[in-house]
């Protein structure tokens, strides 16, 4: 190990699908991930018509 240069992986030899198992994940944990992202990033957050009553 030493001495030797440590070369991460090529993007291209990682699946696509990683980051959505990633995104997934977090969404497992807080159904809310998304709107507590754009918060935290503030940015403006649109809730539809429909789903108005659950956020009050």
Same mark, same amino acid.
């Given at each position: 190990?030493?001495?030797k240069?440590?070369?991460a992986p090529a993007k291209s030899e990682m699946p696509e699908d990683t980051? &959505?198992?990633a995104i997934g994940r977090g969404m497992l944990k807080?159904?809310?991930w998304a =709107?507590?992202?754009a918060e /935290? &990033?503030?940015q403006?957050? /649109?809730i539809p018509k429909q789903y108005? =009553?659950?956020?009050q």
């Amino acid at each position: 190990m030493f001495g030797k240069e440590v070369i991460a992986p090529a993007k291209s030899e990682m699946p696509e699908d990683t980051d &959505l198992f990633a995104i997934g994940r977090g969404m497992l944990k807080n159904p809310y991930w998304a =709107l507590t992202a754009a918060e /935290s &990033l503030k940015q403006a957050n /649109s809730i539809p018509k429909q789903y108005a =009553l659950g956020f009050q």
